[in-house]
């Protein structure tokens, strides 16, 4: 009997999406139980309700432009003072990806984390990576609307501990690292990671480093590395080959991931990917000093 795929899609941070493949019939059913499990453990609704202040009505996925904001935290007992909410945290990554449903394409979105914005939680102007740290995710979503002037209808909230695991559980992932680079790992160990410039396969520790590192090049350098990873780890996930690994993938989720997504809105998403050509990436940068640029990046498929 040929066996069939299901494709189901789970965004995580970030920056980071998780794609979960399922080969045979019944494993495919057991996966999509898992997720479904997962992923309503993981929900986590926003104080605002299901939708965004800026729309007249709540979206549908499957028939609206979206969008999704991407929180890379770490809430360590080091870095958010014990706190279970993760509260004092500041946000180390921010990518708002934008859903086209007519013509299935993302534009992402990398906001440097130094931004000076106005932080509705406070009242006042601050590095918008400090908005977490002022009012959690309600607060990062709030003040990003507002500095954007567009609604962000979902966020997926991710702690450095599922980035490592859930790229671990893939067996890695291939990039092109752009320079040589030696930094601290998630525990913040000094000089533990140690890459080599070019394209190879990174653990999830190694793609950590990589995505947060900023004394080799700039803020906005990083920014365009998360959006990359991002795209690495969906490539990945993506593959065929890699359906042994997504009960652990699933698995690594926990508590470590929040969003606001129910199931059947992150399924909604699943004709994106099952496009001919794949799924369309656009990059985008903000950049600039005192006044704010878009710079439009380059268009990527991923198959």
Known sequence: MRSKKLKIILWSLAAVLLVFVGAAV??????????????????????????SDMRNTKVQPEFDNTSILFIGVDDSDTRSNGNPQGHTSRSDALVLATF??????????????????????VGYQDKIT???????????????????????????????NSFIEVINSLGGVKFDVPFELTEQNSEDEG??????????????????????????????????????????IIEKASQVGSITNYGDVINSIGNNLKTNLTFSEMTAYKDYILQQDGLNF???????EGDILTVVGTTKFIK
């Open 26 to 51: 019944g494993y495919a059913a057991f996966l999509t139980d898992k997720a479904r499990q997962a992923a309503n453990e993981s929900h986590q609704s926003l104080e605002r309700g299901v939708k």
């Open 100 to 121: 086209n449903n007519e013509k299935k394409s993302v534009k992402l979105l990398s906001i440097p984390r130094d931004s000076y914005v106005y932080i509705p939680e």
């Open 130 to 160: 400090h908005a977490h740290a002022f009012g959690g995710t309600d607060a990062t979503v709030k003040t990003v609307e507002n500095f954007l002037d567009v609604p962000v209808d979902y966020y997926v909230r991710l702690n450095f």
């Open 191 to 232: 000089k533990a990671i140690h890459l080599e410039e070019g394209y190879q396969t990174v653990s999830g520790e190694e793609a950590l480093a990589l995505v947060r590192s900023r004394q080799y090049d700039s803020d906005l350098a990083r920014g365009q590395r998360q959006m990359e990873m991002i795209e690495a």
């Open 282 to 288: 656009e990059e985008m940068q903000l950049d600039g």
